[in-house]
């Protein structure tokens, strides 16, 4: 007996389109049941485009080659996820603090913070591009961003991919999305549910985009700096001993007003801008205990 077809999902393109097209002209929407990657297609569309490319949401309701930072996989399972890519013309005076703006957007349509108020469960942010459900019982990755710029004639294209576990994915652990080298990582990921039960795919990216856009499009004109203390308040790393890539050790201190990551080393204050290195906490054994979260 061939197994019973998954039900469609409804997914909210017109609600989506109507919110976001008035601040961009000529923004699409659309869906795709299977595609290696959203953001390899939208590559792939923008190297073959004529004439110029319109700004696009395309999801994916499967991938089958989902990529993440630094060359890794990402694996997602239809219906257990939700993958997107946004890609827009952009003209930022400067890049650095892009995916740290997406970041902060996603987490704070899904789970603002109340000014003041604890937060024991709550959407934290990984600099440069996690996002993590953190709560008493850990912390664990409940997403990842990729952004992936490419010229077009003389504009500049910006691909903000963005992959979330919306339910626990049934994968073997060593598969599973958020397992990067790192001891936050040890638990497996999370998912969105654990936070906002019932939540599906569809809801998530209808509260996720058109803030999103706006986001982004707020980055374009003023910069990092106005997100710093948004990026603060959920910063996962501030005031935990670190280690970069290259094997040095310090402790992070938040982003700069440029997006950098700022980690205090032996010699003196480092600003981390590099996309290639990576960061990781240093178990607490190695190194100071972690900032007890609010
Ligand atoms: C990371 O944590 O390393 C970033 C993961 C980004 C995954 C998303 S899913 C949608 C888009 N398409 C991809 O192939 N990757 C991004």
């Given at each position: 007996m061939s197994p019973t077809p998954a039900p469609p999902i409804r997914w909210p393109a017109e609600a989506i389109w109507e919110a976001v097209a008035p601040g961009l002209p000529g923004f699409t929407v659309e869906v795709l049941?299977?595609?290696?990657?959203t953001n390899t297609e939208l590559m792939r569309r923008l190297r073959s485009a004529e004439p110029r490319p319109e700004p696009i949401l395309l999801v994916a309701e499967?991938?089958?080659?989902g990529r993440g930072r630094q060359g890794r996989q990402w694996h997602s399972q239809r219906g257990d996820s939700l993958t997107f890519s946004l890609g827009l013309p952009l003209q930022p005076a400067?890049?650095?603090?892009l995916s740290l703006v997406a970041g902060i957007s996603v987490a704070e349509s899904l789970n603002p913070l109340p000014a003041g108020a604890p937060h024991a469960e709550h959407i934290g942010l990984k600099w440069p591009n996690d996002l993590w459900l953190c709560g008493p019982d850990g912390e664990r990755k409940l997403g990842g961003i990729l952004v992936e710029t490419a010229s077009w004639d003389q504009l500049r294209f910006v691909i903000i991919g963005i992959g979330l576990n919306?339910?626990?994915?049934?994968?073997?652990p060593a598969e599973a999305p958020g397992n990067a080298p790192s001891s936050m990582a040890a638990l497996p990921p999370g998912a969105l549910q654990g936070l906002?039960?019932?939540?599906s795919a569809a809801d998530a990216l209808l509260r996720i985009v058109p803030p999103l856009v706006q986001a982004v499009q707020a980055f374009a004109q003023f910069g990092f700096a106005p997100f710093q203390s948004r990026f603060a308040a959920r910063d996962?790393?501030?005031g935990r001993a670190v280690q970069l890539s290259d094997g040095t050790q310090g402790s992070a201190h938040g982003a700069g007003e440029d997006g950098a990551l700022l980690v205090h080393t032996a010699a003196g204050m480092k600003e981390i801008t590099s996309s290639e290195v990576s960061v990781r906490p240093v178990p607490a054994a190695a190194g100071t205990s972690p900032k007890a979260r609010p």
């Open positions: 049941p299977e595609i290696d990657s499967q991938q089958t080659a400067a890049w650095s603090g919306i339910r626990t994915p049934a994968l073997p906002l039960p019932g939540i996962v790393l501030a």
